[in-house]
């Protein structure tokens, strides 16, 4: 059962569009919504992260919206840059649980 | 500063074979994790270690053995290697709260014919 689910699983944007990754997740004990990405012949690396008491957080160019009622989470990457390339997982996890659960991961194509 | 160690970077083995995969980490953290990532499956955990001294099962943990061997060291064994095991293996480390960063290493990529 899978306990997070990402959609879609490859994304194509223009240089300097929005780029948009969906979440969404089952279990209401959830509550640390972190995103991940990852190069190609790399690890993961944290990219941003909320928790459920905001419905927004922004870094830059990269922006976490948090739907609880509808147990969704998105990420929004503006001004789209090739360097933003690479493939992104959100994951969730809970207090008393020390290992986070992923999505199955979005690989996106910024294109010059 | 290295962060998170693996090695080997690649390997192959046969059917039935064994091999440990090996982790490293230079960043005192407490909690270390493996994980194996699938096309189409994201990340999935295999064992973790909350603390020296102590490991949990994850959601894969069949066919795998794990090791804590020191505060820096966290190692994967495959005592039987299967075909289901082609994966590409990450160990990550982090402080230990549950909302604590990871961070990963480059992988191993393993092949088993």
């Known amino acids: 059962q899978q306990q997070v689910k990402q959609s879609p699983q490859s994304l194509i944007v223009q240089k300097g569009g929005i780029s948009i990754i969906n979440c969404a997740y089952e279990?209401?004990?959830?509550?640390?919504f972190p995103w991940y990405q990852q190069f190609p012949g790399k690890g993961p690396a944290l990219l941003i992260a909320i928790r459920p008491d905001v419905s927004e957080k922004k870094e830059g160019r990269f922006t976490i919206s948090f739907n609880k009622s509808a147990k969704q989470f998105s990420l929004h990457i503006m001004d789209s840059q090739p360097g933003d390339s690479a493939t992104y997982f959100c994951?969730?996890?809970?207090?008393?649980?020390?290992?986070?659960?992923f999505g199955s991961g979005t690989r996106l194509q910024v294109q010059p | 500063n290295a962060g998170v160690t693996q090695t080997p970077k690649f390997q192959v083995l046969k059917t039935g074979q064994s091999m440990t995969l090996q982790c490293a980490q230079d960043?005192?953290?407490?909690?270390m994790y493996w994980y194996r990532q699938d096309p189409g499956m994201g990340l999935r955990l295999i064992y973790y270690?909350?603390?020296?001294?102590?490991?949990d099962k994850g959601e894969v943990p069949n066919g795998y053995n794990v090791s804590r061997l020191n505060k820096r060291e966290f190692s994967l064994r495959l005592e039987s290697a299967a075909p289901s095991q082609t994966s590409v293996y990450f160990c990550?480390?982090?402080?230990?709260?549950?909302?604590?960063?990871?961070?990963f290493g480059n992988g191993t990529r393993l092949t088993v014919t």
């Open positions: 994951a969730a996890s809970r207090a008393g649980r020390r290992a986070l659960t």
């Open positions: 960043m005192n953290h407490n909690s």
């Open positions: 279990n209401t004990a959830f509550d640390y």
């Open positions: 990550a480390s982090s402080e230990g709260q549950y909302n604590s960063p990871l961070h």
């Open positions: 270690s909350a603390s020296e001294g102590t490991t």
